[in-house]
Each structure stands twice: as structure tokens, then as C-alpha cells.
């Protein structure tokens, strides 16, 4: 296993046409204007200078990327002939904050697959604008990769699932979206992908299959769901109110990452599967004394890994090349 260490300080990322003051996250303190605002993001340029730096620094060339959700980042020590790179060390890549996001990126071979795992991902609710929380979407999609799989922890909204269950995601709900909270806002960069982008395809139709029959074999399937993930903003959990809302829109599970993700992968091509492990039961009723906390997500997190891990390395030995499945 290799790290790197190369203490190369990340660059600063383009302020498009503007300066400003900044907090430490490298978001301006100070706008003018909503348009400056908008035009404030790394450009293709910034992508391809920190793909490319990862190209001179690892042999790999993955055709699938893995972004891990809280306490999951265990399936990257899957990964044999790992180089691993500190996204501290990573030119303008962002800095974990979150506890159970390890802040490293892993690339080696899962199930024999060139893969890349980030072991930690970015939250709008660290406060991180999703142009930032998406940028490594981006430089996978420069760096080759073909597939990503999301994964996170999630609460569980439909009364049938249980703590431990695995969805498999079917579709999701923006909520951010509804108020023009979009990775995509902004200036349209062709290179990546079309100004309109269809989301009614977002999650591909033969991995969910593929995740079912693998479950099946591995004699897991009655704890697959299969399901709607609504993310939030975050950082607090939902009110009562909130999940009785949420569902009735025909949401079955809540969160507070992913679809800025898969919104970029699907603008740029890639096919994109998602699993949500219920880490904890929604809270529906004004009697209970139950909260959600996130010692409980780790834990649930924890407890059910193994077999989210499992899953994931049986269904990248059956992605093929150019988006089939063997
Ligand atoms: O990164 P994910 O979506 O797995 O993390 C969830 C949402 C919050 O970051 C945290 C709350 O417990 O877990
Ligand atoms: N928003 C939200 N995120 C979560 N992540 C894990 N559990 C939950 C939850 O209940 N709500």
C-alpha cells in the first residue's frame, strides 16, 4: 500500500471572474451579486488538473467509482494493490469534517475491477457549496470511470423497513432541488454534460436487478428494499412533522448527500446505482422518546457493513466494460 505524503499545499480554486475574501473552506465570505455567485466554481480546467495529477500518481485507471456514506468507508480495505491518497495531499480537493468520513481515496482492484473508493464524502451542511461537494464526480468522470455507486446511511421512512435494512434506490427526491439548490446551477459547461439533463433514468434499471439477484445469492434478499431516497440539507435531523410530510410525498428513506452526486454523474454520463442502509427508524409519533443521533448511524453503520460491502464487490465483478452486466 502506498500513501502519499507529498505535503503539496492544494492550489486555490478558480474564483471565476471574482475575489473576495474567504473562510477556510475556500467560500468567499463576501458577494457583490447572486451572478458573481453563480459563476464561482472550479472550472473543466480545475477537473482535469487534479485528474491528471492522480493519473501520474497511481497505475490504476478505474472504471468504477464507490462513494462511501457514513461508517461505510470499510469496503475501500477491499481494495488489493491499493495506492491511497489524503484528500488533504490532493490538489484542491475538499477536506473531510464529518465523523465516519476518513477523508481518503482509495484506488485498487475490487473483485479483480480497476475501482476507485472515496472513504468519505462531502455534505452542503459541512459548508461546502455543491459545486465543491460534487468536484470529485467530476474528476472520476475525467479520470474514466464509467459506473458510480453511492452509498449511504439513511432513515427509514416506509414503516416496513427495519434498522439494518438494505434499499437498493430506485429514484430520489431533491428536496434542496424545489428551492434551486442544484449542482448543476450556474453556467452549463458542455464538456461535462447538456444544459437539461433527464433525471426519470437516474438509477440504472439492470443494477438494480443486479443487486436483487445477487442478494438472492447470497441468501440476503429479505432485508432488500427497494426504494425512494429524499435528501435534505441537513445538519439536523427531521421533525416529526417533517417525516409525516416526507412520507406522504413517497419517500422511504432521508438523507443528507447523494443526489448532488448522482445529479453530476447523470449530467456527464455516468451510469449511477445507489444503496441507502437504514441506519435508524424515522421518528412518526409525538409519544415516542426516540431520537435519531449519529452515534446510532455509526453504530447501525457498523453493525451492517459487512454485508453492504459484500454486495457491492459481488455486483462490480459482474459490471462490464461499456456498461453491461455479466
Ligand atoms: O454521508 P451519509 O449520507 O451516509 O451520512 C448521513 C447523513 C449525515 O451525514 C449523517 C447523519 O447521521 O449520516
Ligand atoms: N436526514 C437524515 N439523515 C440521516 N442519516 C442517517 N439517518 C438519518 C435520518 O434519520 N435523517
Redesign the pocket.
Known amino acids: 500500500m502506498r500513501h502519499f505524503f507529498l505535503g503539496l499545499a492544494p492550489p486555490d480554486v478558480k474564483r471565476g471572474r471574482q475575489a473576495g475574501n474567504k473562510s477556510p473552506l475556500g467560500i468567499p465570505t463576501h458577494h457583490s451579486n447572486h451572478s458573481s455567485l453563480a459563476s464561482l466554481r472550479y472550472t473543466y480546467e480545475d477537473g482535469k488538473k487534479t485528474a491528471d495529477w492522480l493519473l501520474a500518481n497511481t497505475k490504476h485507471r478505474p472504471k468504477v467509482a464507490i462513494i462511501c456514506?457514513?461508517?461505510?468507508g470499510g469496503l475501500a480495505d477491499l481494495l488489493k494493490d491499493q495506492v491511497v491518497f489524503e484528500y488533504t495531499k490532493i490538489p484542491q480537493f475538499p477536506h473531510s469534517t464529518?465523523a465516519?468520513?476518513a477523508g481518503k481515496l482509495v484506488f485498487g482492484n475490487l473483485s479483480g475491477k480497476p475501482t476507485v473508493v472515496m472513504q468519505g464524502?462531502f455534505?452542503m451542511?459541512e459548508g461546502y457549496p455543491l459545486w465543491k461537494v460534487t468536484f470529485p464526480v467530476r474528476v472520476f468522470s475525467l479520470l474514466g470511470v464509467e459506473t458510480l455507486i453511492v452509498?449511504?446511511?439513511?432513515g427509514g421512512l416506509n414503516p416496513e423497513y427495519k434498522v439494518g435494512d438494505i434499499m437498493v434506490i430506485r429514484d430520489h427526491i431533491n428536496m434542496p432541488g424545489f428551492a434551486g439548490v442544484n449542482p448543476l446551477v450556474g453556467p452549463n459547461d458542455e464538456r461535462f454534460g447538456a444544459r437539461f439533463p433527464a433525471m426519470s433514468d437516474a438509477y440504472d434499471r439492470d443494477l438494480r436487478k443486479l443487486a436483487h439477484t445477487v442478494a438472492s445469492e447470497m441468501g440476503c434478499s429479505g432485508s432488500l428494499r427497494e426504494g425512494v431516497y429524499c435528501s435534505l440539507g441537513?445538519?439536523n435531523?427531521e421533525t416529526i412533522a417533517e417525516c409525516r410530510f416526507l412520507q406522504r410525498l413517497g419517500a422511504d428513506s432521508v438523507?443528507?448527500?447523494?443526489v448532488p452526486e448522482v445529479i453530476v454523474a447523470r449530467h456527464c454520463g455516468m451510469r449511477v446505482f445507489g444503496f441507502s442502509l437504514i441506519?435508524n427508524k424515522a421518528v412518526l409519533d409525538y409519544e415516542t422518546k426516540e431520537k435519531?443521533n449519529?452515534a446510532e448511524?455509526?453504530e447501525t453503520s457498523r453493525q451492517s457493513a459487512r454485508v453492504l460491502e459484500k454486495l457491492v464487490s459481488l455486483m462490480v465483478q459482474r459490471i462490464e466494460r461499456n456498461n453491461n452486466v455479466a
Request: hydrophobic share 30%.
Open positions: 456514506g457514513s461508517g461505510l464529518v465516519g468520513h464524502r455534505h451542511y452509498t449511504n446511511a439513511a441537513g445538519p435531523y438523507g443528507m448527500s447523494t441506519t435519531a449519529h448511524v455509526l
